[in-house]
């Protein structure tokens, strides 16, 4: 087997070119000054809007450690793409709000991120979609089995 017949080169290269046409139509909204995982927590709150979201449910569905996503909302917060709001449910927590400002950026960005899975999709079945899913899934909890093995 070659490098390029194994997964983690072919997820790679398909993550790449992902990244490289995802800045193409970010860079063409004129948002470059945003990071991609910037842009990932923008399009999360703007499809959550209606919900308190706290720094958990990020971390939870972006997969980022606790660490990585406090700095990162402190410099989205610097930035004045997010602002923290104390929770009406509960007191000891902070709810992550766009700002009014990131609101329109936020929508410019879910607009690239559907344009390209658009792309992406196009001719491709439910079926196929929903099995392709089905393998990420698996790989990512055998990825995740084998890191709890070395711990």
Do not use: C
């Not at 706290?54 to 450690?65: E, M, T």
């Not at 709810?95 to 936020?106: G, M, N, P, R």
């Amino acid at each position: 087997m070659t490098i390029q017949q194994t997964i983690g080169f072919q997820v790679k290269q398909l993550a790449n070119q992902l990244n490289r046409v995802a800045q193409q139509q970010i860079s063409q909204a004129g948002l470059i000054e945003i990071p991609e995982s910037q842009q990932w927590v923008l399009s999360y709150l703007y499809d959550h809007q209606t919900k308190e979201i706290f720094q958990s449910d990020l971390q939870q569905a972006l997969g980022f450690g606790k660490s990585t996503i406090s700095e990162l909302l402190a410099r989205m917060q610097k930035n004045d793409l997010i602002r923290l709001k104390q929770s009406a449910k509960d007191h000891r927590r902070k709810q992550v709000l766009l700002t009014t400002t990131s609101l329109q950026k936020a929508a410019i960005v879910n607009q690239s991120i559907s344009a390209v899975e658009k792309q992406l999709t196009n001719g491709l079945t439910n079926n196929r979609l929903t099995e392709l899913f089905q393998l990420i899934q698996q790989l990512k909890q055998k990825l995740k089995n084998i890191n709890s093995n070395k711990e």
